[in-house]
């Protein structure tokens, strides 16, 4: 059974800080991308950033040159680093992954978090 747990959610002051990690635990023979999305009421679920094996990455719009995504396959976590936080940013954050479950198989899952709150505000 995997499973995502999200933590460092919670409230910042506009133009902070704030630092988001997920870990997955359970029977994972490896992941491939590991990411974050985020959705705020009456939005749309969006991509935030993702990261693959290799450490390319890839981030939304809204986020570029504010946000950093990195992964440690050793303990298989993903961080995001928030900076210069925005109200716009205050959302629900999902964190995302793609494990490999079936090592025989070379099968893939999609797994999801619970989600987590950020709170950006003035």
């Known amino acids: 059974q995997v499973r995502l747990v999200e933590s460092g959610g919670g409230f910042v002051q506009l133009g902070g800080s704030l630092t988001l990690s997920c870990k997955a635990t359970?029977?994972?023979?490896?992941?491939?991308?590991m990411g974050w999305y985020r959705q705020a009421p009456g939005q749309e679920r969006e991509l935030v950033a993702r990261?693959?094996?290799?450490?390319?990455?890839n981030n939304g719009d809204s986020v570029k040159g504010r946000f950093t995504i990195t992964r440690d396959d050793a303990k298989n976590t993903v961080s995001l680093q928030m900076n210069s936080l925005k109200s716009e940013d205050t959302a629900i954050y999902y964190c995302?992954?793609?494990?490999?479950?079936?090592?025989?198989?070379?099968?893939?899952?999609?797994?999801w978090g619970q989600g987590i709150q950020v709170t950006v505000s003035s």
């Open positions: 995302h992954a793609r494990i490999l479950t079936d090592r025989k198989l070379h099968y893939f899952s999609d797994f």
């Open positions: 359970g029977s994972i023979f490896g992941t491939s991308v």
């Open positions: 990261i693959v094996t290799h450490g390319s990455t």
